[in-house]
């Protein structure tokens, strides 16, 4: 019997995460609840390491289990795909089974070409929405599929609404967006030397190919490093019905969140468009309405929607992140999943499912990404400051935390920066995904344009980052680096500061004082005290590091390093003289000072301890570490100690040595 590489979202359910990915398990789950989800199929990991197993071809047995997949939803729906009587228009979405929001590609209303167009304009009786479908096509499966650049098509838009005299793309007429279609094909032949690709087959192998492809993608590469994904699971290709947010005034589509995923509140929060597609809302091209907002628009369709929400966090028993469509007044469910939240975030949300009876406390630690809880014990603004700061601009807070730094315009910047020491502030229109390793370094983030469940949202809170989105207020020029608020100018490598709880942007640095762990904090680690069986201790070389620790729960030292006590620049001085002391009388002399200064450390260490257990590392460090290194400091220091630089150098070099076990840890 053959391998099955492709299944119905009826075939599946949400245990088979591992072959569907996340989001065609979770489809699979939501129909079996007897939602409203389109038709549709997944193609498995297993066909996309088939793919790089075959030299990177998707093999003639996968190709004709896809088409056979793609005769069965068109059964179902009673469409087919290029048919100019009844046309059938699909998306083509990456799944991998851990969520990579935004890593992966995507293609919507796949299917459409010159007569496809032509037929939906007369069987709607509305040729805007036709064109403006053809026209997202071609500039999606350009960028994805071909690798044209997705600036170019934008400004190909610029042009044209500046010629019209109109600032939104929802200003744009039914001939507008034909015109737009030209002229994206006829970018397209002068790029690529031939006409775009008119056969929906054609379009739709290519799509799932380049969505393998994009499994492999430098950002997707990325992300996988940053969050531990192994590259060996690939990604499931999701091809699923179109239903369209953007037919009209009773269509939309939107994004939203079972809870706060910036406070953890149980509260439905989100944002939709009307009269647009999914990307419009997560791209930040358009600012979207709040969630609440859409009771008074369609009351019987959000009432529905909360419902689903409601029933689908209880079976999931997490916090959702979902996306939808509504096309004619009806509702559509696209995606749920886990969503991305910040640390506070995510403890607030565990503490809470306990009390509501949805979770044990077994299970509610292991909701929390232990690597979260560290963005909890780094400063936060000092609140006596900010009352009295002045506030430059606000914008949607979309993601917790003092963020601060120097202004840079583009990621590759900002990665340069951080590796040369400075803290930085990424700054961007709105954020994409290239600009994943620029969002990674980045103390905080700061966006022009896009909402609460834009690309820059939504990725900041899953590392943890502060961001400030939507402000409007701010003024970029990303080509010559600068920007202004309220008329100051801020050029790259000045600072400012951002309060990703309040969306408040303030010119220069503000400062910052310790975190504590209080609240729902201080109760979840309460939790994981109660369960556990290992004692955990320290790493703690001076009093105030312990005392750090003590307050953080540590239960005495497991390792205080001698050496790092003399690194201090009132203490350096001394270790440099018992190193180069050129007899035992300069050593001893050079000893009898560090003495006391070593003794009291090790009497206040004790008494922060309390009698917890200090495991103390004798001196035995490599000397070269206490002695300077350029030839500027090594002419000062033989200036201060009376010595010829020529020996000076002579001595730091002979003193070089190499840590045989650097890098590694064992018992």
Known sequence: MAKKYVYLFSEGNGSMKELLGGKGANLAEMISLGMPVPDGFTVTTEACT???????????????????????????????????????????????????????DTILNLGINDEVAESLARLTNNPRFSYDSYRRFIQMFSDVVMGLSKPSFENIIDELKQEKNVQLDSELSADDMKELVARFKAYFKKEKGYDFPQDPKEQLLRSVEAVFRSWNNERAIYYRRMNDIPASWGTAVNVQS??????????????????????????????????????????????????????????????????????????????????????????????????????????????????????????????????????????????????????????????PGAGYGAVYFHANDAVAAVAKGQKVVLVRHETSPEDIE????????????????????????????????????????????????????????????????????????????????????????????????????????????????????????????????????????????????????????????????QRGDFEELFRVMKGLPVTIRLLDPPLHEFLPHTDEEIEALAKDMHLGVADLKATVESLKEANPMFGHRGC
């Open 242 to 399: 179109m239903v369209f947010g953007n037919m009209g005034d009773d269509c939309g589509t939107g994004v939203a969140f079972t809870r706060n995923p910036a406070t953890g509140e149980k509260k439905l929060f989100g944002e939709f468009l009307m009269n647009a597609q999914g990307e419009d809302v997560v791209a930040g091209i358009r600012t979207p309405q709040p969630i609440d907002q859409l009771a008074q628009v369609m009351p019987e369709v959000y009432a529905e929607f909360q419902a689903i929400t409601n029933r689908l966090e209880n079976h999931y028993r997490d916090m959702q992140d979902v996306e939808f469509t509504i096309e004619k007044g009806k509702l559509y469910m696209l995606q749920t999943r886990n969503g991305k939240r910040t640390a506070a975030a995510a403890l607030k949300i565990a503490v809470d499912l306990v009390n509501e009876g949805l979770l044990t406390k077994d299970e509610a630690i292991l909701k929390v990404d232990p690597k979260q809880l560290d963005t909890l014990l780094h400063p936060q603004f000092d609140p006596d400051v900010l009352k009295n700061a002045e506030v430059a601009a606000k914008g949607l807070p979309a993601s």
């Open 50 to 104: 088939a793919y790089y197993e075959n030299n990177r071809r998707i093999s003639d047995e996968i190709q004709e289990q896809i088409f056979e997949y793609l005769g069965k939803i068109e059964a179902a729906c009673g469409k087919k795909l290029g048919d100019t009587e009844n046309p059938l228009l699909v998306s083509v979405r990456s799944g991998a089974r851990a969520s990579m929001p935004g890593m992966m």
């Open 438 to 597: 620029g969002m990674a370094v980045a103390d905080g983030i700061l966006t022009a344009r896009g909402g609460m469940t834009s690309h820059a949202a939504v990725v900041a809170r899953g590392m943890g980052r502060c961001c400030v989105a939507g402000c409007g207020d701010v003024l970029i020029n990303e080509e010559e680096k600068y920007m202004t608020i309220g008329g100051v100018r801020i050029n790259e490598g000045e600072n400012i500061s951002l309060d990703g709880a309040t969306g408040n942007v303030y010119i220069g640095l503000l400062p910052t004082m310790e975190a504590s762990v209080a609240g729902d904090f201080a109760e979840f680690m309460s939790w994981a005290d109660e369960l556990r069986t290992l004692k955990v201790r320290t790493n703690a070389d001076t009093p105030k590091d312990s005392q750090q620790a003590l307050d953080f729960g540590a239960e005495g030292i497991g390792l205080c390093r001698t050496e790092h006590m003399f690194f201090q620049a009132d203490r350096i001085a001394a270790i440099r003289e018992m190193i180069l002391s050129k007899t035992a009388e300069q050593r001893a002399r050079a000893l009898d000072k560090l003495l006391p200064i």
